[in-house]
């Protein structure tokens, strides 16, 4: 067989059928289904299946409604949060509003926030 051609397509056919005989063996034409389906250990074990996936619906539906009770929790909450710091954000601008008046009237209720105290640098000196 000299011929490039041929060795090729036989080559292909080669692998064709390598793979076509792979299906057939993995598809398992030979075992007997229904003997599977008499075995009492496949029905508990079916049953199970059924049961747990009855438990997965009800529990995703109890996670959905706490998920939304909490939604709407967070949702009050953070309202809450705005409406307290708005009323904070007038408090703050009325009292800057009063501030200045309140330091040129001669250090009425006005105190700084931050106070810079300056002090000597610490030495120690030790003796032996």
């Known amino acids: 067989m000299t011929s490039h051609v041929a060795r090729l397509y036989s080559l292909a056919a080669a692998i064709l059928v390598f793979f076509v005989a792979w299906a057939a063996i993995a598809a398992h034409p030979w075992n007997n289904h229904p ?9 508990v074990l079916k049953a199970r299946e059924q049961r747990l996936r009855a438990e997965s619906v009800a529990v995703k539906r109890i996670l959905a409604r706490r998920w939304a009770v ?17 009323a904070n954000a007038r408090a703050r601008a ?10 040129s009237g ?3 209720g006005y105190a700084p926030s931050v106070r810079v105290v300056t002090l000597p640098p610490l030495t120690i000196t030790r003796t032996s």
Request: proline share 5%; aromatic share 6%; no cysteine.
């Open 35 to 43: 003997a599977a389906a008499q075995d009492p250990r496949y029905a």
């Open 106 to 108: 001669g250090g009425g």
């Open 94 to 103: 009325a009292s800057l509003v009063s501030a200045p008046a309140a330091v």
């Open 70 to 86: 909490y939604r709407a929790q967070l949702a009050l909450r953070r309202h809450e949060i705005a409406t307290i710091k708005s």
